[in-house]
Nanobody, 122 residues
Framework: QLRLVESGGGLVQPGGSLTLSCAAS????????IKWFRQTPGKEREGVSC????????SYAEFVKDRFTISRDDGTNTVYLQMNSLKPEDTGVYYC???????????????WGQGTQVTVSS
């Protein structure tokens, strides 16, 4: 029932910024924990950042700490990922996914968007 659509990707120079959006429909996004993943060429899909339903606790992968910020806007039913100080290694397809669990713990993410491409290059 929940549908997720990512947007906001594009081409940016190293050190630049992008804000990704994960627009939810069908159900309130705040009923779900939302996690951003990225698929980097030659690498396994990796978790980037997460915001829990309920208490809205957030978490970040070590490689994006102090650079990325996740947030949720209940009015627009959207989760955002503000990405600053981007590096070439941040290049990849970014996906948002939803679970009925929480950021802490190994929960199954049963809802996925189609992804948005982020390219960081000079």
């Amino acid at each position: 029932q929940l549908r997720l659509v990512e947007s906001g990707g594009g081409l940016v120079q190293p050190g630049g910024s992008l804000t990704l959006s994960c627009a939810a429909s069908g159900l309130p996004v705040n009923y779900f924990t939302i996690k951003w993943f990225r698929q980097t060429p030659g690498k396994e899909r990796e978790g980037v950042s997460c915001i829990s339903e309920g208490d809205s606790a957030t978490s970040y992968a070590e490689f994006v700490k102090d650079r990325f910020t996740i947030s949720r806007d209940d009015g627009t039913n959207t989760v955002y990922l503000q990405m600053n100080s981007l590096k070439p290694e941040d290049t990849g397809v970014y996906y948002c996914a939803a679970t009925t669990g929480y950021c802490e713990g190994n929960y199954q993410y049963g809802y996925w968007g189609q992804g948005t491409q982020v390219t960081v290059s000079s």
